[in-house]
């Protein structure tokens, strides 16, 4: 298993009760898996609530497991990932089980050069 991580640069609302939260991209070769998102949230997210991802103006829906996020569609997996590599500012948008909405803003410096290490070394 192979992975790039990175953490917010802005989180909101500040103070909020939460863990750090982490963005994921990883790679199982083994079981042919070359890219899957997961965000790491650092609370328990809302059952039935969708999350949003916006790569400056493009928009993805992602569904909660416990304190995780995922992309539910393969291929609207792959485009998330490909707006990742070339994009510069990701925000991610969930609700906590207690209800308050929390906006996590990431950089996406250096992002397109992590996956291209990511799919190099994990062969």
Known sequence: ????????KEMAPKGANRDQ???YVSAWPAAGVKGEISVKMGYPVKRGSA??????GAVFRLFP???RLFVGDPTQELKFIEA???GSNLTLKAISERG???TDTYSL?????ALQTVADKCK
Request: charged share 20%; hydrophobic share 40%; glycine share 4%.
């Open 1 to 8: 298993m192979c992975f790039a991580i990175t953490e917010p």
């Open 21 to 23: 939260p982490h963005f």
């Open 51 to 56: 999350a949003t991802a916006n790569v400056d």
């Open 65 to 67: 497991d416990a304190d």
């Open 84 to 86: 990742v590599r070339k």
């Open 100 to 102: 308050t909405t929390t």
């Open 109 to 113: 410096a250096g992002a397109s050069q």
